[in-house]
């Protein structure tokens, strides 16, 4: 078993729509990251959280420490939101990622 | 301000020779780690380097070495190259040792091995 687990892997939605993506951990964790990742291979910090909440423009993230989860939403998305979201720990000196969920949106 | 830069961009080597890769972290940080993406899963901790001393490692074997120079920059080397070498090498910077403040992520080396 994966020490990050996202879901779902593959994601389609019709531009306007509200997304949720998921992330499990099973580590014990200073920080969670949420990263998005292009086709051409870089990746973008998009939040790091210990607790609580966090929103940028309509991006929000979530973390429930005691539940070992968090949430990626993404309100009405538009077609230029289509990247790979990745979930990412950070365990003393290092981060852990999960496997991403591929989300293509549709105009 | 310059962002973490990696080169070369991409690389083709053919089994058995030996590669270097560069990274140049945003100025002020002292941290320097190096991934390894392989297509279609996430990045997997090869290295970590802060203040130029070694501070972590992953589970690969001894042909990845790296090395943090007094600039902060780094260069990951592998030897002996294999076919499952073939992946993006990503570098991420950071001030702290510990990733306290975030990470930068440089656009990535894209090997391929043949």
């Known amino acids: 078993k994966n020490e990050v687990e996202q879901s779902p892997q593959n994601l389609t939605a019709q531009e306007g729509e509200f997304i949720t993506i998921n992330c499990s951990y099973s580590v014990g964790i200073s920080a969670l990251h949420w990263l998005q990742q292009h086709p051409g291979g870089g990746i973008v910090s998009l939040f790091m959280l210990s607790s609580g909440k966090k929103k940028h423009g309509r991006l929000i993230a979530t973390i429930n420490i005691q539940e070992k989860h968090s949430s990626l939403h993404i309100t009405a998305s538009h077609p230029r939101d289509s990247a790979v979201y990745i979930c990412a720990v950070r365990d003393t000196d290092k981060l852990i990622f999960g496997t991403g969920t591929r989300l293509q949106v549709f105009p | 301000d310059a962002g973490v830069t990696q080169s070369p961009t991409h690389l083709i080597k053919t089994r058995g020779q030996q590669v270097t890769l560069r990274c140049s972290p945003i100025?002020?940080?002292?941290?320097v780690s190096w991934y390894q993406q392989v297509l279609g899963q996430g990045p997997q901790f090869i290295f970590q380097y802060y203040e130029k001393e070694e501070r972590g490692r992953g589970n690969f074997p001894d042909r990845f070495s790296a090395r943090q120079f007094p600039n902060y920059s780094s260069e990951l080397n592998v030897n002996a190259l294999l076919l499952g070498d073939s992946a993006l090498y990503l570098c991420?910077?950071?001030?702290?040792?510990?990733?306290?403040?975030?990470?930068?992520f440089g656009s990535g080396t894209r090997l391929t091995v043949v």
């Open positions: 100025s002020g940080h002292k941290s």
């Open positions: 991420a910077s950071s001030l702290s040792g510990t990733g306290l403040y975030g990470y930068t």
